[in-house]
């Protein structure tokens, strides 16, 4: 397995926007379905975003036009653009890669 690793995180403003980055440490190509999920303080994990190698998405409703998840193969790396944060959107975010592949998470706090 890969080692992932997140950065990018930090403190916004509401209204504001983050980029999250995950990076491999090896290749992603093969790797069929890539996502985000997120833990808010106090909850459980949820699914943020998910992303096929061949294109297809999934995003929660709660980020629905606000959030895109993006790979870039070449730079073993999947980006989460985060615009319009809300507080609700604090939370620790993970980077997924298949089925039980892990990073262990940056923080976003979003907070004026």
């Known amino acids: 397995q890969v080692q992932l690793v997140e950065s990018g995180g930090g403190l916004v403003q509401p209204g504001g926007s983050l980029r999250l980055s995950c990076t491999a440490s090896?290749?992603?190509?093969?790797?069929?379905?890539m996502g985000w999920y997120r833990q808010p303080p106090g909850k459980g994990r949820e699914l943020v975003a998910a992303l096929s190698s061949i294109g297809y998405t999934n995003y929660a409703d709660f980020v629905k036009g606000r959030f895109t998840i993006s790979r870039d193969n070449a730079k073993n790396t999947l980006y989460l653009q985060m615009n319009s944060l809300k507080p609700e959107d604090t939370a620790v975010y993970f980077c997924?890669?298949?089925?039980?592949?892990w990073g262990k998470g940056t923080l976003v706090t979003v907070s004026s």
């Open positions: 090896g290749s992603i190509f093969s790797i069929n379905v």
């Open positions: 997924k890669a298949g089925s039980d592949n």
